[in-house]
Structure formats: structure tokens, C-alpha cells
């Protein structure tokens, strides 16, 4: 029988690094935007660093225009009291334009440019380096079904979910990994968060270009045999997938990740066949990629136990 899981408190805050669709309050570490600026740069939506980039570029030439509005007439050619000059002044020397029509005219004025100077040329070459990190980073682009089902396999209750490859080209030595994660005490009563690889029939391909569906058998030596649906959603139970391989245009190793909750499971389901063959070409229609259907008779009937080498599995699994 498995061992019961321990009660726990639903928690609150993503945990970005093991990739699992849960939340828990962490307390005594130092976090928030700044404290890993540089990965949050390199990582957010291309949308959000495009209006971080210029909600910081306008930021800091209203600084630097406030500084020379501060000092007075202290700029050429522009326009006393204008807030607008010193503002498109600054935008001037951040940039090292210099149009050569406004210009520092006391000590406090220079001394303001050549700071803004030294401050542009760093702000550049920090801007085309997070730019050009961004653009070399190989992105997988490897698309996770939506659910994960529970049906026969070969006679053998399996749990099963299929991915694609949106790119144009191939992954090459494509592996994928399967794991269960839930909480579980150990034999002295404490409660701990285990990792469990699931093992699959297929973890490896040459070349992975179109669809994939992953397969893990639940038998005697699964770490899910014994486990009903109730005691894995009490576990707070997630499956977390990882996927590796190399980008067959840039040649460069690429990862991707994805998490399932006990929930996004679909029992007795199958998923909708996408492959449509033909005489002289094949069609996949990726448009119901995420779509499942009802297995047409209770394959996995409630109160049925089956058993692969004396273990009962989906009279357990199947609820």
C-alpha cells in the first residue's frame, strides 16, 4: 500500500527551478527584480524588455534633464526655462549625437555631460549585449500537450503525453525525461518532497522533427503502482518533463521543460489522431494537437484489477 501523504499548506509563489506547477512562500532570502537583473533580462518576453529598454532610455534623460534644468541657463542655444531643450539636449549627449547647434555653456553643465557620456557609451554596450544574448540564445520552441492521459498500452495501464517540435528544423540526440515529484514520509513519520524518475519506453530519438509521444508504463515497478488519484492529489502530486537535445541549424544544446498537476491528467482518454495519411503525402493537423476524446468502453473499468506480476494497477489508478 503506499504511504500516506503528509497534510500540506497550499502554497503560494512559483518555484521557477524545479519547473512544477506549485507555489510555496520562501522566507529569508534575498529576492526581487534586482537581485538576478541580468537573468531576468536575459529571460522575459522581448514585449517587456523592449518597454523596460524604453521606460529606462526616457527615465534617464529626464534625470540628466532635470540636473541642467537645475542649473539655470547653463546650455547654448536653448531656450531659458525650457524643460523640452535640456530634455532633447540630453537625449543629445546620451547618444553622441551632438548636432552642434546646443552646447554646455558653465563648468557645472560640463562636468553633467561628461557624466551622461561616460553613462551612454556603458548603457550601450550593455544594451547590444543583452540584445545580442538574447538573439544567440537557442530557444527550443518545443510544444507540450495541454493534458496528460491514462490509458492501456499494450495491455499495460500507461501514462502518456505528446510533444512537437515547432521549428523549421530537427533536434538532434532529442532525450526526454519524466519524473514524479510528491510529498511522502519517510519511515521515521517526517514528511519530505521526493523525486521519482519514471521510466519510459521511448526516452531518446535520433532526430526529433515533428510529434513525439512519450510512454510510461505503469507496472509493478512504477512508482505510480499502488497510488490512487485521491492519494496523488493529496500527495500534491506534479510530473515534471525535460527535454534536451542539439539545434540541428546552430548546433547548440537547447532544453525545454514543462509540469503536469495531477489534474491535468485525463483518465480513460486517448488523444485525437493528428495524422491524416495519404497516397503521396502525409498531413499533420496541429490544430488539435491538445485535443483528447473518451476511450469508447471503460478500458480501465472502476473495481477491475488486472494484475501485471501479482500487482493490481489501474483499479487503484482508475478512480
Not at 531656450?79 to 552642434?100: K, N, P, W
Not at 532544453?255 to 503536469?260: D, E, I, K, L, V
Amino acid at each position: 500500500m503506499p504511504t500516506r501523504s503528509p497534510h500540506a499548506v497550499h502554497p503560494r509563489k512559483r518555484v521557477q527551478s524545479l519547473g512544477v506547477g506549485r507555489e510555496v512562500v520562501s522566507i529569508g532570502l534575498a529576492q526581487g527584480p534586482l537581485h538576478d537583473l541580468y537573468h531576468a533580462l536575459l529571460t522575459m518576453p522581448w514585449r517587456r524588455f523592449f518597454a523596460l529598454v524604453f521606460v529606462g532610455y526616457l527615465g534617464v534623460n529626464a534625470l540628466f534633464a532635470l540636473g541642467y534644468y537645475e542649473l539655470g541657463d547653463a546650455i547654448e542655444n536653448a531656450r531659458r526655462g525650457s524643460f523640452v531643450d535640456d530634455f532633447f539636449f540630453s537625449v543629445q549627449t546620451l547618444a553622441t549625437i551632438g548636432y552642434g547647434k546646443m552646447a554646455p555653456a558653465t563648468l557645472g553643465a560640463n562636468i553633467l555631460v561628461s557624466v551622461e557620456a561616460l553613462l551612454g557609451m556603458i548603457g550601450l554596450a550593455v544594451t547590444t549585449g543583452l540584445v545580442f544574448a538574447r538573439f544567440s540564445r537557442p530557444t527550443s520552441r518545443v510544444v507540450f500537450s495541454d493534458v496528460a492521459v491514462v490509458r492501456p498500452y499494450d495491455g499495460v495501464p500507461s501514462l502518456m503525453f505528446r510533444m512537437a517540435n515547432a521549428r523549421g528544423n530537427g533536434i538532434g540526440e532529442a532525450r526526454v525525461k519524466l519524473s514524479l515529484v510528491r510529498n511522502e514520509l519517510t519511515r521515521e513519520g517526517e514528511p519530505v518532497r521526493r523525486i521519482h524518475e519514471l521510466r519510459l519506453l521511448r526516452s531518446e530519438s535520433a532526430m526529433f522533427v515533428l510529434t513525439w509521444t512519450a510512454i510510461h508504463p505503469i507496472d509493478a515497478e512504477s512508482p505510480l503502482a499502488g497510488w490512487t488519484h485521491g492519494s496523488l492529489r493529496e500527495a500534491l502530486s506534479d510530473f515534471v518533463v525535460s527535454l534536451t537535445g542539439v539545434d540541428e541549424g546552430l548546433a547548440q544544446a537547447i532544453h525545454a521543460r514543462h509540469s503536469y498537476r495531477i489534474d491535468d491528467v485525463r483518465w480513460n482518454a486517448r488523444f485525437v489522431d493528428i495524422l491524416t495519411p495519404g497516397p503521396e503525402r502525409s498531413v499533420i493537423d496541429y490544430r488539435r494537437f491538445h485535443d483528447v476524446e473518451p476511450l469508447p468502453a471503460p478500458a480501465l473499468p472502476q473495481g477491475t484489477a488486472p494484475r501485471d506480476q501479482g500487482t493490481s494497477v489501474e483499479s487503484q489508478l482508475v478512480r
